[in-house]
């Protein structure tokens, strides 16, 4: 049976970096998630880490990077992962995003 696994969650950001999607995805194949920085004055600090096992060490995927107000930043994955973990932080102040994701297997 096939698979689709999709959402979308909004929110503002944090002084410290916090995880705003924790995605389990060990039964999709194909993932996109984009992220955009809904906000009109303020950036945001984004990273995007990967688990092969529950419980494992977090591989760093995307380092810390910079969104500023209006950007959206997109990512797609083939390769298997247990779990896909966003995390964002303030940049110049807190400012709000929305983070969408879809996931397809078999």
């Known amino acids: 049976m096939w698979k689709v ?9 944090t002084a410290n970096y916090t995880s705003v999607l924790d995605w389990k995805t060990a039964e999709l194949g ?6 955009k920085n809904t906000d009109i004055n303020q950036s945001l600090k984004y990273k995007l880490l990967g ?8 591989k ?10 209006g950007e959206t930043a997109e990512f797609h ?10 995390m964002t932080a303030s940049g110049n102040g807190a400012a709000s995003y929305q983070a969408d994701f879809e996931g397809q297997g078999a």
Do not use: F, H, M
């Open 5 to 13: 696994d999709k959402g979308s969650l909004a929110g503002v950001t």
């Open 51 to 58: 688990y092969a096992v529950e419980g494992g060490n977090a």
């Open 30 to 35: 194909n993932k996109t998630i984009l992220l």
């Open 77 to 86: 994955y083939e390769r298997q992962w247990d779990k896909l973990e966003l």
């Open 60 to 69: 760093e995927l995307v380092a810390e990077t910079v969104l500023a107000p």
